[in-house]
């Protein structure tokens, strides 16, 4: 059984090909009814959001108490991270109490230095660089759609950003055949292809610009919102650069009639998704926003427990 004892995930390219594998089966195992235990008896988590949340808040809660533990959900109101205290004094605190923490964090950098200062696990929910959580989350989806993520043919339309670099890092370890289009100047960071090629052997996604390029062999059409968290004084000027890549229904019309939708949510409706494609038949986003819980009680499990063992799970 692959486990996370004692480890973090900051980074999607913290884990390897065979945990994410490990980690897909449980939470597979999990949805099917399968008891993961009770890893987390007696074990109080911290979630920290520097940021909004609605998923990952309500998922990680629920996903922490079915597994015996306590969440401890604290806002910005009253960590005032980096005002009130510093993120290595608030982490050296938590970690004296608690035997976890969760953290949603404006800076990628601060997410680093709690994970520095404390010993216990850090898991990254959501940072401006990466999304690992919902990008395995994502995974499971992929491959109850697709039946293998090895090869899977997923189009990625929107911005570099931190779900399109989560993505990337997964595609880059799992083999997905990964095609990302987006306009000129939001591509992925030079940074994040570079740790891509490391991971995979020279694997790099494929760049368009015209979705109609790789859609019509797509088995997966993703976006992800135009203006993310954090940068809404972009907002107008996004919609002017991201306004010919709208995920609508002539869009999915260029892809197969078994291509599925897929969008991490929140969504700007009637921006970078229409409402008739999010809610057409094609679409798949709240079967994807339910997997996220599956997919953190596996996490969990494995970061804290041996539920892998228990049902079978190599
Ligand atoms: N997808 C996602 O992370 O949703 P929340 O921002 O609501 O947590
Ligand atoms: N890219 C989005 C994801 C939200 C779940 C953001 O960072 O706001």
Redesign the pocket.
Known sequence: MASLAGRDLLSIADLTADEIDSMLDLAGAAKSGSSLGTPLAGASLALIFQR??????VSFEVAIHRLGGHPIALFNAEVQLGARESAGDISRIIDRYADGIVARLISHRDLVTIAQAADCPVVNA?TDQE?PC?VLADCLTVREVVGDLRGARVTYIGDGNNVCTSWILAAALLGVDLRIVCPPGYEPRHAVMQTAARLGAGWQPRLERDPARVLADSDIIYTDVWTSMGQENEQQQRREDFAGIQVNDRLVSLAPEHARVMH???AHRGEEITDSVIDGPQSVVFEQAENRMWLQMALLAMLYGEAAQSVGVA
């Open positions: 909004p949340s609605n998923r990952t808040r959501l999304h919902q991490c949510l929140p």
